[in-house]
C-alpha cells in the first residue's frame, strides 16, 4: 500500500519538477536577451560634438563630410544654415535632408551618424583631436591617428578624463576589439601614450653635461691662473 502512494506521487512530482526547470530557464532566457539596446539614445545628436554625412556613391557631393554641433544643439549646413538637431532623431534628420536637398543630389541615399570627441595626444603619428564613431574600437581610433611612434606605445597608452586617469591597462581593449562604448568612453575624454621626444631625468643630465664641463673648466683655469699670481708674487 505504502508503494503505491509513494509511485503515485512521483509522477506528479517528476512533472512538477520538470515544468520548474523548463520555466526557469524561459526566465533566464528572457533575461538575457533584451528586445532593445537600453543606452541607445532617441536624440543621439549631442552639443558639443559632431555628426556625419554621406550620400553614397556620390562622394563629391558638398553634403558629404563631418558637421560640428555647436553647445546649443545647432550645425550649420551648406545652403540652409543652422538646424537644431539635438532634438533630432536619425529618421529626423535624414528626410530634413532629403527635403531640402533633393535638387542636390544625385542619388538619394542618404547615411547619417553621431559622432564623439577624443583627444589624441603625445607620442601618435597624427596627434590631434578627432570626431569618431562611439561604436569604434580602441584598434580603430589608434589606426586613425596612423598608430603610435614608439613600440611599445600601446603599453604606455593612458585614458584620462577631466584630469583624472581612467585606466592604465588598456592592451586588453585593444586585442579584443572592445568597443568605445562598452569601455565606457565619454566625450571629451583622451588617450595619451609617450612621445619619442619627450626627456627623462638621463636625457636632462646629458643636457646639461656640456655646460657643467665647460663651467668646470673655466673653475680650472681660473684656479691655476690664480696659483701662478701666487707663485709669481712669493718669488
Not at 528586445?35 to 558638398?62: H, V
Not at 576589439?177 to 631625468?201: A, E, H, Q, V, Y
Amino acid at each position: 500500500m505504502t508503494k503505491n502512494v509513494h509511485r503515485s506521487l512521483a509522477v506528479p512530482l517528476m512533472l512538477l519538477f520538470t515544468a520548474l526547470m523548463f520555466g526557469s530557464v524561459k526566465a533566464q532566457d528572457s533575461v538575457a536577451t533584451p528586445l532593445s539596446d537600453p543606452d541607445w539614445s532617441e536624440f543621439p545628436f549631442t552639443p558639443g560634438d559632431g555628426l556625419l554625412i554621406s550620400t553614397f556613391p556620390d562622394t563629391t557631393s558638398f553634403l558629404n563630410g563631418t558637421f560640428a554641433i555647436d553647445d546649443r544643439g545647432y550645425v550649420e549646413l551648406p545652403i540652409v544654415g543652422k538646424v537644431r538637431v539635438s532634438k533630432m532623431t536619425v529618421e529626423d534628420l535624414i528626410f530634413f535632408l532629403k527635403t531640402n536637398y533633393e535638387s542636390y543630389l544625385r542619388f538619394p541615399n542618404i547615411y547619417v551618424k553621431p559622432l564623439v570627441r577624443v583627444s589624441l595626444l603625445g607620442g601618435f603619428v597624427r596627434p590631434g583631436l578627432y570626431y569618431v564613431d562611439i561604436n569604434s574600437s580602441l584598434w580603430d581610433v589608434i589606426y586613425l591617428a596612423g598608430g603610435t611612434l614608439m613600440e611599445d606605445g600601446i603599453y604606455n597608452l593612458r585614458w584620462e578624463r577631466r584630469e583624472k586617469e581612467q585606466s592604465s591597462n588598456l592592451v586588453s581593449f585593444f586585442e579584443r576589439g572592445i568597443s568605445l562604448k562598452r569601455m565606457g568612453f565619454k566625450s571629451g575624454d583622451i588617450l595619451w601614450t609617450p612621445s619619442p621626444t619627450r626627456k627623462n631625468f638621463w636625457d636632462k643630465v646629458r643636457d646639461v653635461m656640456p655646460i657643467l664641463t665647460f663651467a668646470t673648466t673655466i673653475w680650472a683655469i681660473y684656479n691655476t691662473y690664480q696659483r701662478d699670481i701666487l707663485i709669481l708674487r712669493r718669488r
